[in-house]
């Protein structure tokens, strides 16, 4: 799940066109784009031994790793099939074993011979092994999510050239958007469907980047509006509000409840326009506070900033 993000990512930056990329029981993960479609199954180990040949071909669960990658491959829309590991592949040559992409048909012949009789016994006849690779890929099996946390400063910054002040905060995201993908365990009835159900699209990571981004930009403006409260609110109650305003985000200002405040509170600051012009911030502040009604929202310093993120939010309009 976690090298699917880093594919996406990788993804994203090399092709302008729209891609997916699905997350899957059988087939751990499927990418398509331009009309063919990439199948790669992930396996890790936690040692530093190598995969073997042996490896890749032993029986698990009726089919062994290349068996049902090859079970895959039945028309010239499949465009690759892959093995990808955090180790390398045992061969017998060695400037080929050292390499990030080993083609199977690069193999020496009795190593090819060997793959191909192991198909053959499975019922699955190819004319050669082209098409098919293991990929060494550096992920880290111990502490994932630090990696791709900076893996995900830099994506940000070559997609869209921006340093975020909380990358996490986008990671977290998507994470959870692959989380639900991959746990869906329901059949699907055509390739959309599946898309839709197990799968992420380019067009869905943009539409992520352009709420998250823009959101990170209301943080930080907001952030602004509490450190202008210095003159006003004793110093307390400014770290207050600063470390609320990171839980507000923490909730996501998109979510419901949020939503519906922010919709109250905008109209209680256009309803009184006339009366709140003539405030200072931490008197307009004050003034719409007591004209909520927050039900679920009980922090005081919470129910703050989501006013003073509605006041930057209705300035950027």
Same mark, same amino acid.
């Given at each position: &799940?976690?090298?699917?993000?880093?594919?996406?990512?990788?993804?994203?930056?090399?092709?302008?066109?729209?891609?997916?990329?699905?997350?899957?029981?059988?087939?751990?993960?499927?990418?398509?784009?331009?009309?063919?479609?990439?199948?790669?199954?992930?396996?890790?180990?936690?040692?530093?031994?190598?995969?073997? *040949?042996?490896?890749?071909?032993?029986?698990?669960?009726?089919?062994?790793?290349?068996?049902?990658?090859?079970?895959?491959?039945?028309?010239?829309?499949?465009?690759?099939? #892959?093995?990808?590991? #955090?180790?390398?592949?045992?061969?017998?040559?060695?400037?080929?074993?050292?390499? /990030?992409?080993?083609?199977?048909? $690069?193999?020496?012949?009795?190593?090819?011979?060997?793959?191909?009789?192991?198909?053959?016994?499975?019922?699955?006849?190819?004319?050669?092994?082209?098409?098919?690779?293991?990929?060494?890929?550096?992920?880290?099996?111990?502490?994932?999510?630090?990696?791709?946390?900076?893996?995900?400063?830099?994506?940000?910054?070559?997609?869209?050239?921006?340093?975020?002040?909380?990358?996490?905060?986008?990671?977290?995201?998507?994470?959870?958007?692959?989380?639900?993908?991959?746990?869906?365990?329901?059949?699907?009835?055509?390739?959309?469907?599946?898309?839709?159900?197990?799968?992420?699209?380019?067009?869905?990571?943009?539409?992520?980047?352009?709420?998250?981004?823009?959101?990170?930009?209301?943080?930080?403006?907001? =952030?602004?509006?509490?450190?202008? =409260?210095?003159?006003?609110?004793?110093?307390? /109650?400014?770290?207050?509000?600063?470390?609320?305003?990171?839980?507000?985000?923490?909730?996501?200002?998109?979510? %419901?409840? *949020?939503?519906?405040?922010?919709?109250?509170?905008?109209?209680?600051?256009?309803?009184?326009?006339?009366?709140?012009?003539?405030? %200072?911030? $931490?008197?307009?502040?004050?003034?719409?506070?007591?004209?909520?009604?927050?039900?679920?929202?009980?922090?005081?310093?919470?129910?703050?900033?989501?006013?003073?993120?509605?006041?930057?939010? &209705?300035? $950027?309009?």
């Amino acid at each position: &799940m976690l090298w699917g993000i880093s594919k996406i990512y990788d993804l994203y930056l090399e092709n302008p066109d729209d891609f997916f990329v699905i997350f899957d029981y059988v087939c751990d993960i499927e990418v398509g784009f331009n009309d063919t479609l990439h199948f790669y199954q992930v396996k890790t180990k936690d040692t530093s031994s190598p995969f073997s *040949i042996s490896d890749l071909i032993r029986k698990k669960s009726g089919h062994s790793y290349l068996s049902l990658l090859f079970s895959l491959k039945v028309n010239n829309q499949i465009k690759s099939i #892959n093995v990808v590991s #955090n180790t390398k592949l045992s061969i017998k040559n060695t400037i080929l074993q050292n390499s /990030e992409i080993i083609p199977f048909e $690069s193999l020496e012949d009795d190593e090819k011979k060997k793959i191909e009789d192991h198909l053959k016994a499975k019922s699955i006849l190819v004319t050669d092994l082209k098409d098919s690779f293991f990929i060494r890929s550096d992920f880290c099996i111990n502490n994932p999510d630090t990696l791709l946390i900076g893996k995900t400063v830099e994506f940000l910054e070559n997609a869209k050239g921006i340093k975020l002040s909380e990358p996490k905060l986008i990671y977290n995201y998507i994470k959870g958007l692959v989380d639900r993908k991959a746990s869906y365990e329901l059949n699907t009835i055509d390739l959309n469907d599946t898309i839709d159900k197990k799968g992420i699209k380019r067009s869905e990571i943009d539409n992520i980047l352009n709420n998250l981004l823009g959101a990170d930009r209301y943080r930080e403006k907001t =952030l602004s509006k509490i450190e202008a =409260l210095n003159g006003d609110y004793n110093y307390g /109650e400014v770290l207050l509000l600063k470390t609320a305003l990171s839980r507000v985000f923490k909730y996501g200002i998109t979510s %419901k409840t *949020i939503e519906a405040l922010i919709v109250d509170i905008s109209n209680c600051i256009n309803d009184n326009e006339s009366t709140i012009q003539d405030l %200072k911030l $931490s008197e307009i502040v004050e003034y719409v506070y007591n004209c909520i009604e927050w039900d679920i929202i009980k922090d005081k310093s919470e129910r703050k900033c989501i006013i003073l993120l509605t006041l930057t939010k &209705m300035e $950027s309009v």
